[in-house]
């Protein structure tokens, strides 16, 4: 299938990227290197999104050539989707008028694109592009590096999470290489940047922090009116999650975070057997084995109460 969407890149000559609404590091991450290999092969190529990132992915470089509009009714040769492929996980209308490549790597991805390259063995997106890149034969710039590392880098919890294999360690350390960065320049850029006010919304939503089912479930929770100035969007919430991950025993975290009056997003992380995906699909959610999400709409009381119900039926 590699093959297939190198091929069919090099036969077109317009190309236009996109990716799924709330941009992370990986999609971001991925969609630029992708921008910036396509662009050394002299094509003519957009990346438009509909969502902004969060601080600090949009510090990525390379971010500043994103368009936030819509593709259609451009005319493009071809539409290629980092982690998408519907108008409801982009938020583009009309793209079932393109030819189209869906990149992604979880497992139920949608495939309504023309050529879907689906891998979800791959420990993120980042290095599915890194081995497009090469069957593409470009070089691997520093930007193209950088970016493809900070997206693998990402998706695997700086390499603690259970998705990392030696396959994406050998991409990473691939990628130093040949970018002549040091690993720490990308931590220092996605770890290391936060501003006050960030530090200051973690203190009010770690200590929201709840424990049940015997202290295997931790339970945290943003509020609109913690900090009214600052967006949720605005913010990537990763590490807040990751420390509620990092309790002794816990097993599964929930992160209720208020979008609107009595409608949450929910995200769920979990570890060994237990399917954070399961969960979110009762809920019309998706995502990973042990990272998922979807909307809930009601109480923060009924939220929890529903949710920790279809919890307790995996942790019997």
């Known amino acids: 299938m590699k093959k297939k969407v190198a091929e069919k890149i090099k036969q077109s000559r317009s190309v236009v990227i996109t990716s799924h609404v709330r941009p992370d590091a990986d999609s971001i991450g991925s969609g630029l290197a992708l921008f910036q290999m396509l662009r050394q092969l002299g094509k ?11 601080h600090p992915i949009n510090r990525l470089p390379g971010y500043e050539k994103i368009e936030f509009r819509q593709i259609y009714p451009d005319p493009f040769d071809l539409l290629i ?7 409801d996980r982009t938020g583009h209308k009309h793209v079932d008028r393109y030819d189209s490549i869906n990149i992604d790597h979880h497992a139920s991805s949608h495939r309504d694109a023309r050529l879907n390259w689906v891998i979800p063995e791959a420990a993120a997106v980042g290095e599915m592009v890194f081995e497009l ?4 034969g470009v070089t691997f710039s520093r930007d193209i590096a950088f970016n493809l590392y900070a997206a693998i880098v990402s998706d695997t919890g700086s390499f603690k999470y259970s998705n990392t294999s030696a396959r994406c360690l050998q991409v990473s350390s691939s990628l130093v290489e040949r970018g002549g960065f040091a690993p720490v320049e990308v931590s220092n850029l996605l770890f290391n ?19 049940a089912m015997d202290k295997r479930v931790a339970m945290i929770r943003f509020q ?3 900090l009214p100035h600052l967006a949720l969007r605005d913010i990537e919430t990763e590490d ?4 509620a991950r990092s309790i002794q025993d ?7 975070k208020e979008m609107d009056a009595e409608y949450f997003r929910v995200s769920i992380r979990s570890r060994g057997d237990f399917s954070a995906q399961k969960v979110a699909q009762q809920f019309g959610g ?28 995996q942790l019997l």
């Not at 003519?44 to 969060?54: I, M, N």
């Not at 989707?81 to 108008?87: D, K």
């Not at 940047?193 to 424990?211: D, F, G, Q, R, Y």
Request: charged residues 20%; proline residues 4%.
């Open 81 to 87: 989707f980092i982690e998408g492929g519907t108008e």
């Open 286 to 313: 998706d995502g990973h084995h042990h990272a998922a999400g979807f909307y809930f709409s009601g109480t923060i009381a009924n939220a929890k109460a529903e949710i920790l119900k279809l919890v307790g039926q």
């Open 133 to 136: 890149g090469e069957e593409l």
């Open 240 to 243: 807040i999650i990751a420390c």
């Open 193 to 211: 940047s936060n501003p006050p006010e960030k530090i200051a919304m973690m203190s009010k939503v770690l200590a929201t922090l709840e424990l």
């Open 224 to 226: 609109r009116d913690f």
């Open 250 to 256: 816990v097993q599964v975290i929930l992160f209720f």
């Open 44 to 54: 003519e190529v957009r990346y438009r999104l509909t969502d902004h990132a969060p």
